[in-house]
């Protein structure tokens, strides 16, 4: 969506992605299954869905 920004990191066939926003919305990235989802001040929560609510607040949205 607009004013979403994130950047992804791969290793061993896990990704990472680091997403933020100007707004308080939602962002869907590209990825199926699960994913550990950490926000900037270390809570985890889990998904099973690739779209992720985000804020001005980096979160981590790492794979499964």
Known sequence: GDNV???KFSENG???FVV???TNTTA???FTGSAKVTDIIGNVTTTNS???PVTDS???????
């Open 20 to 22: 933020w926003s100007t």
């Open 5 to 7: 920004y994130a950047y």
């Open 14 to 16: 896990k990704d990472v």
């Open 50 to 52: 690739n779209s992720t």
């Open 28 to 30: 869907t990235l590209p």
């Open 58 to 64: 980096p979160v981590f949205v790492e794979t499964e």
